[in-house]
């Protein structure tokens, strides 16, 4: 199965929201379309970033990848609701390197 990572970068929490929500929040809306491998957040020189691991079902690489779009525009319109994100980005495991989907 391919496997994909939309990573977003936050930049703060908007008021009423706790930062315990971000995570949880970004792996449910994952969840829900696709097969959520591994949620992480990770601190990339002192920004935290919710990284969510997913795969999908085999296709074909371009619709894969839009596929992997379209999740991960999910996940930020879902994120942003109690998050600020300063930028999304997704990416694809290729023989062992995570590589930027273009897009």
Do not use: C
Not at 15 to 21: I, M
Not at 43 to 50: A, E, G, I, N, S
């Amino acid at each position: 199965m391919p496997s994909y990572r939309a990573e977003l970068q936050i930049s703060d929490v908007r008021p009423g929201h706790r930062p315990g929500e971000v995570l949880p929040l970004a792996a449910a809306a994952t969840r829900r379309l696709a097969h959520l491998d591994k949620p992480d957040l990770v601190m990339v020189d002192r920004l935290p970033w919710v990284v969510v691991r997913f795969s999908i079902d085999p296709t074909g690489r371009s619709e894969e990848d839009d596929r992997a779009r379209a999740i991960a525009g999910q996940v930020e319109r879902e994120v942003a609701a109690v998050a600020e994100i300063q930028r999304t980005r997704v990416s694809r495991r290729v023989k062992g390197e995570w590589l930027i989907v273009p897009g």
